[in-house]
C-alpha cells in the first residue's frame, strides 16, 4: 500500500493523502472521492505536512482511478506550481487546475485523439488530375492529395468545401480518422527565413546580446521608444533558436494577440505558430498544448494563462509590452505572469525577453540595479521620426463636445492633407453621468453608487461597475423635474459631435461596444490601413501595439482625472498611456504628432512627459518611489473583504490588522479602508494594505496569520482573499 499525496480543486491551503496499490509518479492525474464528491486532482511530491497521522491510514480514502500513464505535468511546471501555492499563498489544487487546459481539467484524457483527415481511394490512385482540368479547385486539391493526405478540416480551409464534397462524392477520395503523428521539431521540415531588414546599429547590438543567453538563465529588458523595431529584434533574436530546435513562447497582451502579431512570426518563418488566447474552443486549445507538450510547435504565441504551456526544448521566452495590465490575473489566483516567466526561464535555464516603449517601473528598477541586461531603441526604425507631442491649455477655450476650437483647426489640417486623425477618449458611451439641470440630483446605480454612463445608441443608462442596465427615466426620482442632462464626454458622443462638425470626412469608433471578439477588431484595424476612414476615435483599444502607418495627429481629449487619483500607480499608467497612443502617430514616412488637451497644462507629470519623454518620467518617478517607501522599493499584499454589511466587512479586517500584528509588529499596515470603488453590485469593499522593506518577513507573516484569518468569527461570512504584490486597488 502506497500513501499518494494529492493537489486536489479546492479552496483550501493543503494538499491530502490517498492510497493506492503502489506508488504514483508527480503529475499525474487522478479521481478521487472527495466529500460526496469526486474530483480530478494531481498527484504531487510534497510531502504532505498536514497528513494524518498513519496510525489513521485505516481512515483514508483510496484513490479511485488513474487518469494518466505518465505524468501530463512535467518537473519544471510542477516546481513552479509548487512556488506559486507558496508565493500566492493559494490553494494547490486550484493552483495546479488555473495551470491545466479546461478539458484535461475536467478529466478527459490527454492523448492525441483521431482526427478526420482525407486521403485518395483506390479509384483516386489510378485517376490522373488532367481528367479535373474543367475544375480548378477541385484540381488543385487532387494534386494536393497526390502528394499526401490532408486534414479535412485544413482541406476546407484551403480549397473550399464544394471542391472537396465534390472529390470525395467522386469517391476519389475519402474521410478516415487517424490519429496525427507526433512529429517533433516538426518545423525544421518547413523553415525558410523569408526577406528581412538590415539590423541598425542599436538593434543589432540589442541581438547580439541575445545571441550570448542561449542556454542560460538571463533576464532582458529591451527598452525600445515606440516604432523602434522591437519585433524584428525579437524575430531576429529568436531565429538560431528556431534553427536549433528550440521552442519560442510569446506573450503579449488581450489586445495585442491580433492576426497581423501572428502572420509577422508566421510569415518570417514559413512555420505553423500555436495561438493561445481566451477566445479560443477547449478543444482548440487543447490541441496546441499537446503539440507545444511533445516539441510539435516552434513558436507558441498567447496572451496571460500561456505562461503555462509546457514545452519539451524550450529556448526562449518573450514577454511583449511586458508593462500592460493584463499580465497580472486580477481574480482567483492572482499571479504575475511576467514575474512566472522569470520563475519559469530561470528553472529552465533559458533567457528571458521583456520588452516594452513604457517598461513597469519594477522592470526597469531591475534592469538599472544591474540584475537584468538593459538594452536600448532610442530611435524610430526605418527612418520613422519621432512624434512631437504639445499640451493644449483647455482652460476658458469654448469646447464643442469635449474638443476645442484650437484642436478643431489641427484635425482640420491633418485631415486635408490626406492622412487619419485618432482622437482617444477615456470612456465609453455617450457620457458619463445624468443629472438634473434643476435639483442637481444624478442618476445613480442603487447596487454601485456610482453614476450610470448614458448609452444613446441603446437609450439607456448602464453602470460600468456592475454591468446593470436601466431604461432612460424622463425625470428626475428627486424633484420630479423632466430637465435631465447629461454631463462629461464618452466616444457616442465625440462621434455624434465629430460627425456634425467634419460632415465630409469617414469615421470609426473603436471601444468595448464596437469591436466585440477579435475578429472584428481584425477587420476595423485592416479597414483603417486601407484608408476607408480619415477620423478614428475610440478608447485605450486604440493605444495597443498597433500600427497605423496613416497616422499623423493622435488627440488625446481629457485624462485629467488620473492626474489626481488616490492610485500611487496611476501616474504611471497614465504615462503609458500617453506615450503608447502618441506612438500611434508618424509610424511611416510622415511625421507624425500629439496634442493632449488639458485643464492642467502646468502640471510636473504631463510637463515632464512631453519635455523629456516616458524614459525620464520613470526614472523620476523611481526616486520618488524610493523617496516614498513604494513597490518596487518595499513588498506589499493588500486583503481584500467585500459583504453586502459594511460593517461585518469592516470588522474582519480590523480583526485581521490584529493578527497580523500579533504575528510581527514591524509590518506597517493601512486600513481598513474602503477600496476605490466603494460599492459593487450591492456589496461595500474594504482592503487593508500590509507593506515591509523585505519580502520574507511579510510572507513569513502572512503564513503564521492565515489560519487565524480563517478562523475570524466573519470568516465565512464575508468575501475575503489576499493579492500578493496588488497592482489595481480599485
Ligand atoms: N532595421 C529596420 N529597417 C527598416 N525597417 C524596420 C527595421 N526594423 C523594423 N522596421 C520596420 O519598422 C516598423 C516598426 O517596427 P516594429 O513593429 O518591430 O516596432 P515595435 O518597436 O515593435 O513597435 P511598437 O512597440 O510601437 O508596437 C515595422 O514596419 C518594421 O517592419
Ligand atoms: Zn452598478
Redesign the pocket.
Known amino acids: 500500500m502506497a500513501y499518494i499525496c494529492v493537489a486536489v480543486p479546492v479552496p483550501l491551503r493543503q494538499l491530502f493523502t490517498y492510497t493506492h496499490h503502489c506508488d504514483l509518479a508527480a503529475g499525474v492525474r487522478v479521481r478521487v472521492p472527495f466529500g460526496p464528491r469526486k474530483l480530478v486532482g494531481i498527484v504531487v511530491d510534497e510531502p504532505n505536512k498536514d497528513a494524518p497521522e498513519i496510525e489513521n491510514a485505516d481512515k483514508l480514502k483510496a484513490i479511485e482511478t488513474v487518469l494518466d500513464e505518465a505524468p501530463i505535468i512535467d518537473a519544471v511546471l510542477l516546481k513552479m506550481a509548487q512556488w506559486l501555492w507558496q508565493y500566492y499563498h493559494h490553494a494547490p489544487g486550484e493552483v495546479l487546475h488555473t495551470m491545466l487546459p479546461v478539458l484535461l481539467r475536467k478529466g478527459e484524457t490527454a492523448q492525441v485523439l483521431p482526427e478526420e483527415r482525407i486521403r485518395l481511394t483506390e479509384t483516386g490512385e489510378r485517376t490522373s488530375s488532367d481528367e479535373l482540368t474543367r475544375a480548378p479547385k477541385q484540381k488543385a486539391f487532387f494534386e494536393a492529395l497526390q502528394k499526401s493526405s490532408l486534414s479535412a478540416q485544413q482541406s476546407r480551409k484551403l480549397f473550399g468545401s464544394p471542391a472537396v464534397k465534390s472529390i470525395i462524392d467522386k469517391s476519389l477520395a475519402e474521410v478516415v480518422d487517424v490519429v496525427p503523428e507526433v512529429r517533433e521539431q516538426e518545423w525544421l521540415s518547413t523553415i525558410s527565413i523569408d526577406e528581412k ?4 546599429t542599436e ?1 543589432s547590438v540589442a541581438i547580439a546580446a541575445l545571441n550570448q543567453q542561449h542556454g542560460k538563465f538571463a533576464v532582458s529588458l529591451l527598452e ?1 521608444v ?7 529584434v525579437y524575430l531576429q533574436a529568436i531565429e538560431p533558436l528556431l534553427q536549433a530546435g528550440k521552442q519560442i513562447l510569446i506573450l503579449v497582451p488581450e489586445i495585442g494577440l491580433t492576426p497581423q502579431t501572428v502572420s509577422r512570426f508566421e510569415k518570417r518563418f514559413s512555420i505553423d505558430v500555436g495561438v493561445l488566447h481566451s477566445q479560443l474552443s477547449d478543444k482548440a486549445r487543447l490541441r496546441v498544448w499537446q503539440r507545444a507538450k511533445s516539441g510539435e510547435l516552434g513558436i507558441v504565441i498567447g496572451t496571460r494563462s500561456a505562461i503555462f504551456t509546457p514545452l519539451a526544448n524550450p529556448g526562449m521566452i518573450i514577454v511583449d509590452e511586458e508593462h500592460d495590465e493584463s499580465f497580472k490575473q486580477q481574480d482567483g489566483l492572482r499571479y504575475h505572469a511576467r514575474d512566472l516567466a522569470a520563475m519559469r526561464a530561470k528553472q529552465h535555464s533559458i533567457p528571458l525577453l521583456l520588452g516594452s ?1 513604457t517598461p513597469a517601473l519594477e522592470s526597469l528598477n531591475n534592469a538599472l540595479g544591474g540584475r537584468y541586461a538593459h538594452l536600448h531603441l532610442t530611435r524610430r ?2 527612418g520613422a521620426q519621432n512624434t512631437h507631442q504639445h499640451l493644449l491649455d483647455a482652460r476658458d477655450q469654448p469646447l464643442h463636445y469635449g474638443i476645442s476650437q484650437a484642436l478643431l483647426t489641427i484635425m482640420r489640417q491633418h485631415i486635408n492633407a490626406g492622412n487619419q486623425v485618432l482622437v482617444f477618449v477615456n470612456r465609453r458611451g455617450y457620457a458619463p453621468a445624468l443629472l438634473c439641470h434643476h435639483c442637481g440630483e444624478t442618476v445613480t446605480c442603487k447596487r454601485c453608487d456610482r453614476p450610470y454612463t448614458v448609452h444613446k445608441s441603446h437609450n439607456r443608462l448602464q453602470c460600468h461597475h456592475c454591468a446593470g442596465t436601466r431604461a432612460m427615466p424622463r425625470q428626475c426620482e428627486a424633484c420630479h423635474s423632466s430637465s435631465l442632462v447629461t454631463a462629461g464626454t464618452g466616444t457616442e458622443q465625440v462621434e455624434d459631435g465629430l460627425a456634425s462638425l467634419f460632415p465630409d470626412v469617414k469615421q470609426v469608433r473603436i471601444d468595448s461596444d464596437t469591436v466585440r471578439g477579435k475578429d472584428k477588431l481584425h477587420q476595423t484595424l485592416g479597414a483603417i490601413n486601407r484608408q476607408e476612414y480619415q477620423l478614428l476615435v475610440g478608447t485605450q483599444i486604440l493605444s495597443k ?1 498597433h ?1 497605423f502607418p496613416h497616422v499623423t495627429l493622435v488627440a488625446v481629449l481629457d485624462c485629467d482625472g488620473a492626474l489626481f487619483s488616490a492610485d500611487f500607480r496611476a501616474p504611471e499608467k497614465l504615462a503609458q498611456l500617453v506615450t503608447q497612443l502618441a ?1 500611434r502617430a508618424g ?1 511611416a514616412s510622415k511625421p507624425g504628432e500629439m496634442w493632449l488637451q488639458t485643464h492642467n497644462p502646468h502640471h510636473p507629470l504631463l510637463q515632464d512627459l512631453v519635455n523629456n519623454g516616458y524614459g525620464h518620467f520613470a526614472r523620476h518617478a523611481l526616486i520618488e518611489r524610493k523617496a516614498a517607501g513604494l513597490p518596487p522599493y518595499i513588498s506589499q499584499f493588500v486583503v481584500r473583504c467585500e459583504a453586502a454589511d459594511s460593517a461585518l466587512a469592516f470588522a474582519f479586517l480590523s480583526g485581521s490588522r490584529n493578527v497580523f500584528a500579533a504575528s510581527n509588529n514591524d509590518i506597517e499596515m493601512s486600513g481598513p479602508f474602503p477600496s476605490l470603488i466603494e460599492k459593487r453590485q450591492g456589496r461595500f469593499r474594504f482592503m487593508l494594505i500590509c507593506s515591509h522593506n523585505k519580502r520574507a518577513p511579510l510572507h513569513g507573516v502572512l503564513r503564521q496569520s492565515l489560519p487565524f484569518l480563517q478562523a475570524l468569527p466573519q470568516a465565512t461570512k464575508v468575501r475575503w482573499s489576499v493579492d500578493i504584490d496588488p497592482t489595481d486597488f480599485s
Open positions: 531588414p538590415i539590423p541598425d538593434q525600445g515606440t516604432g523602434s523595431g522591437k519585433t524584428e516603449a526604425a526605418g501595439g500600427h506612438g509610424r
